[in-house]
Protein backbone atom coordinates (compact mmCIF):
# COMPACT_ATOMS: atom_id res chain seq x y z
CA UNK A 1 0.00 0.00 0.00
CA UNK A 2 1.28 3.41 -1.10
CA UNK A 3 1.49 5.99 1.87
CA UNK A 4 -0.98 8.80 -0.24
CA UNK A 5 -3.63 5.21 -0.50
CA UNK A 6 -2.92 4.62 3.43
CA UNK A 7 -3.30 8.65 4.36
CA UNK A 8 -6.54 8.29 2.57
CA UNK A 9 -8.07 5.26 4.07
CA UNK A 10 -7.31 6.70 7.20
CA UNK A 11 -9.02 9.89 6.71
CA UNK A 12 -12.19 7.74 5.77
CA UNK A 13 -11.60 5.99 8.49
CA UNK A 14 -12.08 8.83 10.56
CA UNK A 15 -14.92 10.63 8.47
CA UNK A 16 -16.79 7.58 8.30
CA UNK A 17 -16.66 6.92 12.41
CA UNK A 18 -14.63 4.04 12.08
CA UNK A 19 -16.84 2.11 10.70
CA UNK A 20 -17.53 0.31 7.39
CA UNK A 21 -19.08 2.10 4.49
CA UNK A 22 -20.98 -1.45 3.42
CA UNK A 23 -22.12 -3.48 6.39
CA UNK A 24 -21.84 0.17 8.84
CA UNK A 25 -20.08 -2.36 11.66
CA UNK A 26 -16.96 -0.79 13.39
CA UNK A 27 -13.33 -1.50 12.08
CA UNK A 28 -9.70 -1.25 13.41
CA UNK A 29 -6.48 0.36 12.63
CA UNK A 30 -3.76 -0.22 13.47
CA UNK A 31 -4.02 -3.55 16.48
CA UNK A 32 -6.81 -6.15 16.88
CA UNK A 33 -5.87 -6.80 19.91
CA UNK A 34 -8.21 -3.87 22.07
CA UNK A 35 -10.84 -4.25 19.13
CA UNK A 36 -11.08 -8.35 20.01
CA UNK A 37 -11.30 -7.21 23.57
CA UNK A 38 -14.19 -4.66 23.25
CA UNK A 39 -16.28 -6.87 20.90
CA UNK A 40 -15.41 -10.20 22.83
CA UNK A 41 -14.73 -11.51 19.58
CA UNK A 42 -12.22 -14.33 18.46
CA UNK A 43 -9.22 -13.19 16.57
CA UNK A 44 -10.23 -14.66 13.79
CA UNK A 45 -13.28 -12.70 13.36
CA UNK A 46 -11.48 -9.79 14.62
CA UNK A 47 -9.41 -9.65 11.18
CA UNK A 48 -11.99 -9.68 9.27
CA UNK A 49 -13.04 -6.14 10.38
CA UNK A 50 -9.71 -4.54 9.64
CA UNK A 51 -9.93 -1.26 7.77
CA UNK A 52 -8.95 -1.36 4.24
CA UNK A 53 -9.19 1.04 1.57
CA UNK A 54 -11.88 0.14 -0.55
CA UNK A 55 -11.51 1.16 -4.26
CA UNK A 56 -14.87 1.87 -5.32
CA UNK A 57 -14.11 1.48 -9.33
CA UNK A 58 -11.18 -0.56 -9.06
CA UNK A 59 -8.00 -0.15 -10.10
CA UNK A 60 -7.94 -2.52 -13.17
CA UNK A 61 -11.45 -1.05 -14.43
CA UNK A 62 -9.45 2.33 -14.38
CA UNK A 63 -9.92 3.35 -11.09
CA UNK A 64 -7.89 5.83 -9.26
CA UNK A 65 -6.24 5.78 -6.25
CA UNK A 66 -8.03 9.43 -5.46
CA UNK A 67 -10.26 10.55 -2.39
CA UNK A 68 -13.26 10.60 -4.04
CA UNK A 69 -12.49 6.88 -5.42
CA UNK A 70 -11.71 5.20 -1.96
CA UNK A 71 -13.59 4.38 0.61
CA UNK A 72 -13.13 2.63 4.40
CA UNK A 73 -14.53 -0.68 3.91
CA UNK A 74 -13.77 -3.91 6.47
CA UNK A 75 -11.49 -6.62 4.97
CA UNK A 76 -14.44 -9.18 4.63
CA UNK A 77 -16.70 -6.59 2.62
CA UNK A 78 -13.66 -5.42 0.66
CA UNK A 79 -12.42 -9.15 -0.08
CA UNK A 80 -16.31 -10.51 -0.98
CA UNK A 81 -16.98 -7.68 -3.27
CA UNK A 82 -13.97 -8.18 -5.45
CA UNK A 83 -13.85 -12.05 -5.09
CA UNK A 84 -16.77 -11.79 -7.77
CA UNK A 85 -15.75 -11.43 -11.18
CA UNK A 86 -18.02 -8.94 -12.25
CA UNK A 87 -18.41 -6.77 -8.43
CA UNK A 88 -21.81 -4.57 -8.18
CA UNK A 89 -21.56 -1.28 -8.09
CA UNK A 90 -20.87 0.50 -4.85
CA UNK A 91 -24.57 1.34 -4.16
CA UNK A 92 -25.94 -2.38 -5.53
CA UNK A 93 -23.07 -4.27 -3.27
CA UNK A 94 -24.25 -2.27 0.07
CA UNK A 95 -27.63 -3.14 -0.56
CA UNK A 96 -26.92 -6.97 -1.02
CA UNK A 97 -24.62 -6.88 2.02
CA UNK A 98 -27.53 -5.02 4.27
CA UNK A 99 -30.15 -7.42 2.67
CA UNK A 100 -27.54 -10.57 4.19
CA UNK A 101 -27.41 -8.56 7.33
CA UNK A 102 -30.99 -8.51 8.11
CA UNK A 103 -31.41 -12.05 7.47
CA UNK A 104 -28.92 -12.57 10.05
CA UNK A 105 -26.14 -13.22 7.43
CA UNK A 106 -22.67 -12.04 6.56
CA UNK A 107 -19.94 -11.38 8.31
CA UNK A 108 -21.39 -10.31 11.63
CA UNK A 109 -19.34 -8.76 14.29
CA UNK A 110 -22.06 -9.67 17.13
CA UNK A 111 -24.67 -11.93 16.39
CA UNK A 112 -26.76 -10.75 19.53
CA UNK A 113 -27.48 -7.39 18.40
CA UNK A 114 -30.57 -7.78 16.87
CA UNK A 115 -31.39 -10.55 19.10
CA UNK A 116 -34.34 -10.71 21.56
CA UNK A 117 -34.16 -9.15 24.68
CA UNK A 118 -35.82 -12.29 26.40
CA UNK A 119 -35.99 -15.55 25.56
ZN1 LIG B 1 -17.99 -4.39 6.14
Known amino acids: MTNSLRRIRDEKYAAQGGRCFYCNQPMWSGSPLKFQTAHSGSERKA ?42 SPEAYKSKVLGRMEMGGWMRLSSSDTAPASG
Open 47 to 88: RWFQCTAEHLLSVSDGGSETSANIVAACKFCNQSRHRSKQPL
